[in-house]
């Protein structure tokens, strides 16, 4: 499996492109801020052609490119159905002060959204994706794991980062959920998982069971405080 990595110019989401190898077809995972020609220099490298858009959640930082890279294309993007409401309104699951920081952004929904499963298959481009529902960040955060030959892949988008997690203190973010999407989708995963997140470098469970204060206080007390980081 081909997994390459754009990293956006805002809040350093990453976003992926996904293919059974060069020349074939391919989906994007999160195209966010900024990634537009970075990413077709990428697809055109490697001769992939996206097939579709695939969501980890809702967040404009995850969602930005979503609309161009669709429309040139005239492909689905697909959200979990509890965050397609973001891509109507990307601030309805920030804070008040994100809008007033964007100004006069002009946002369009894009013209063919398809939604996720809430947990099962998803077959695109060849590659055959389990969709696990992971609450808590956002109502409608997703896992994609997908596997071949050399590992098993979980991408993340914001529910787990290397040593640490997605916060929950935005609209819709919900601490408890976050604890049982760790407990009950992240944490039963092999510890030779590779995690590709939304924001920071790749990780492995293992590494995150072992070392990661959010994971370890599930594992230890099932207690978790409150995470700070991403978007």
């Given at each position: ?5 754009v990293?956006?110019e ?24 900024g990634i ?7 697809l ?9 858009v ?24 697909y ?66 794991r ?16 290397a040593?640490?997690?997605g916060?929950?203190d ?47 206080r ?14």
């Open positions: 499996m081909l997994i390459e990595s990293v956006a805002a809040f350093a989401t990453n976003c992926y492109v996904v293919a059974t190898g060069a020349g074939s077809e391919c989906v994007v995972i999160d195209p966010g801020i537009a020609s970075r990413l077709e220099k990428l055109a490298d490697k001769r992939l052609r996206p097939v579709a695939m969501l980890t959640h809702g967040h404009f930082d995850h969602t930005f490119s979503v609309v161009p890279v669709c429309g040139a294309r005239g492909i689905s993007a959200v979990h159905p509890g965050d397609r409401g973001q891509l109507v309104d990307p601030f309805s699951g920030l804070p008040p002060q994100f809008k007033a920081m964007a100004g006069g952004l002009e946002w369009a929904e894009p013209d063919d959204v398809e939604e996720l499963p809430q947990t099962g298959p998803l077959n695109l481009a060849g590659i055959d994706f389990t969709v696990d529902h992971a609450p808590g960040h956002t109502p409608g955060s997703v896992l994609f997908a596997s071949d030959d050399e590992a098993d892949y979980c991408l993340s988008g914001d529910v787990l980062f040593g640490s997690i916060r929950t935005f609209p819709g973010g919900d601490n408890a959920a976050m604890e049982r999407s760790l407990a009950d989708k992240i944490l039963p995963l092999d510890d030779a998982t590779v995690v590709l997140p939304g924001h920071g470098p790749a990780t492995t469970i293992g590494a995150e069971r072992r070392g990661n204060p959010f994971l370890r599930i594992v230890d007390s099932g207690h978790m405080e409150a995470p700070t980081r991403g978007l």
